[in-house]
Nanobody, 115 residues
Framework: QVQLVESGGGLVQAGGSLRLSCAAS????????MGWYRQAPGKQRELVAT???????NYADSVKGRFTISRDNAKNTVYLQMNSLKPEDTAVYYC?????????WGQGTQVTVSS
């Protein structure tokens, strides 16, 4: 059974940092491109960062230069280091495959950035 569990969110002041983690189970991790998505109140879910099986990464323009995605294939975990956080980064953050699979969405982790 596939399960994605996000953690590491919280409340932080603008300019601060957080590191999110996503633990994957069910055999989906090692051979797939993984991504971090976010959904702000009243907005559609958006893809913010992706990492392929190796080290190839891509970022949305809104987070480029501030966020870094990484993965540990041995631990079936993907990370999102978020620096220089802005109030507009406030959202629930999720991980999933890229492209996403509807049945794999987890609960997400809330990130709130105060000004």
């Amino acid at each position: 059974q596939v399960q994605l569990v996000e953690s590491g969110g919280g409340l932080v002041q603008a300019g601060g940092s957080l590191r999110l983690s996503c633990a994957a189970s069910g055999g989906i991790f090692s051979f797939n491109t993984m991504g971090w998505y976010r959904q702000a109140p009243g907005k559609q879910r958006e893809l913010v960062a992706t990492i392929a099986r190796g080290t190839s990464t891509n970022y949305a323009d809104s987070v480029k230069g501030r966020f870094t995605i990484s993965r540990d294939n041995a631990k079936n975990t993907v990370y999102l280091q978020m620096n220089s956080l802005k109030p507009e980064d406030t959202a629930v953050y999720y991980c999933n495959l890229v492209p996403s699979v509807r049945d794999y969405w987890g609960q997400g982790t809330q990130v709130t950035v105060s000004s």
